[in-house]
């Protein structure tokens, strides 16, 4: 990153946006929501309690419709360390982008790399934050179309989500 910095630095610090550039229209009902993201974990403790670890399940099984094998894991493992990668995922979703973004980056992610279960997860996630079936949809295709063997992945992908989109209403 710093060497990204050092060669653009200085471009990004000198860039203007013309006068007439529109702001993005983000669809009807998006907008930022950082507390969609939040577990209710204590960020004055490093420490790790049976509560949080409570709190971040119940967090994940509203937001993804499961709770994560790593959660129980890494809270074992190294309880600082996932206390720490989880304050880091929650503030990373400020208050600038919409909310309904994060689930449809992760989900173009997770389509691009065949990742079901993660596909399923971010659809659900997406649905609670209010997307509609046609983002998901096109989200998924952009994925699809950025892999070589789309048709594969194609019948892949309708395998690990079609049953959640079959019962999305529009």
Same mark, same amino acid.
């Given at each position: 990153?710093?060497?990204?910095?050092?060669?653009?630095?200085?471009?990004?610090? @000198?860039?203007? @946006?013309?006068? @007439?550039? !529109?702001?993005?229209?983000? %669809?009807? +009902?998006?907008?930022?929501? %950082?507390?969609?993201?939040?577990?209710?974990?204590?960020?004055?403790?490093?420490?790790?309690?049976?509560?949080?670890?409570?709190?971040?399940?119940?967090?994940?099984?509203?937001? #993804? +419709?499961?709770? %994560?094998?790593?959660?129980?894991?890494?809270?074992?493992? $190294?309880? &600082?360390?996932?206390?720490?990668? &989880?304050?880091?995922?929650? !503030?990373?979703? +400020?208050?600038?982008?919409?909310?309904?973004?994060?689930?449809?980056?992760?989900?173009?992610?997770?389509?691009?790399?065949?990742?079901?279960?993660?596909?399923?997860?971010?659809?659900?996630?997406?649905?609670?934050?209010?997307?509609?079936? $046609? #983002?998901?949809?096109?989200?998924?295709?952009?994925?699809?179309?950025?892999?070589?063997?789309?048709?594969?992945?194609?019948?892949?992908?309708?395998?690990?989500?079609?049953?959640?989109?079959?019962?999305?209403?529009?």
């Amino acid at each position: 990153m710093t060497a990204v910095a050092d060669i653009s630095g200085t471009y990004l610090e @000198d860039w203007d @946006d013309p006068a @007439d550039l !529109k702001p993005v229209q983000w %669809p009807e +009902g998006w907008a930022p929501d %950082p507390a969609a993201f939040r577990a209710g974990i204590d960020y004055t403790s490093p420490d790790l309690t049976a509560e949080e670890i409570q709190k971040i399940s119940a967090w994940h099984q509203r937001m #993804h +419709g499961v709770v %994560p094998r790593h959660v129980e894991l890494f809270g074992r493992l $190294h309880p &600082r360390a996932y206390k720490f990668q &989880r304050i880091r995922y929650e !503030k990373a979703i +400020g208050a600038t982008m919409p909310a309904q973004l994060a689930p449809l980056l992760t989900l173009q992610l997770a389509t691009l790399r065949l990742e079901p279960q993660v596909m399923r997860q971010s659809l659900h996630q997406a649905r609670v934050l209010g997307c509609r079936r $046609h #983002h998901v949809v096109q989200t998924i295709e952009a994925g699809l179309r950025q892999t070589m063997v789309h048709p594969l992945y194609m019948e892949q992908a309708t395998d690990a989500v079609g049953d959640l989109l079959a019962g999305w209403e529009e």
